[in-house]
Nanobody, 121 residues
Framework: QVQLMESGGGLVQPGGSLRLSCAAS????????MGWYRQAPGKQREPVAT???????NYADSVQGRFTISRDNAKNTMYLQMNSLKPEDTAVYYC???????????????WGQGTLVTVSS
């Protein structure tokens, strides 16, 4: 089964930090471009950060300088280090990836189930 599994969400005070992880299931062979998106209550899903297979990154203006996206290709895992969190960062965070399965199928825009991040005092 092709799955991306997020973890690491939770409740944190403003100014705090969290590290999200996105792990690929065993059926996935190669992860190409990956990204983190978020959806706040009552709002549309928006991009947070993306990373290519070679490690090139892009960030939304709202998180630039506070969030860091990274990946470990050996572990087929992506991370999002979030520092200096603000209440407006509260959202469900989703990972997404273009990938190739071990059976050789190319799949674009595979999404995880999401992990909730709540920033509140």
């Amino acid at each position: 089964q092709v799955q991306l599994m997020e973890s690491g969400g939770g409740l944190v005070q403003p100014g705090g930090s969290l590290r999200l992880s996105c792990a690929a299931s065993e059926s996935i062979w190669i992860l190409n471009e990956m990204g983190w998106y978020r959806q706040a209550p009552g709002k549309q899903r928006e991009p947070v950060a993306t990373i290519t297979s070679s490690g090139n990154t892009n960030y939304a203006d709202s998180v630039q300088g506070r969030f860091t996206i990274s990946r470990d290709n050996a572990k087929n895992t992506m991370y999002l280090q979030m520092n200096s969190l603000k209440p407006e960062d509260t959202a469900v965070y989703y990972c997404t990836a273009d990938l190739v399965t071990k059976l050789g199928y190319q799949m674009r825009g595979v999404w995880g189930q999401g992990t909730l991040v709540t920033v509140s005092s």
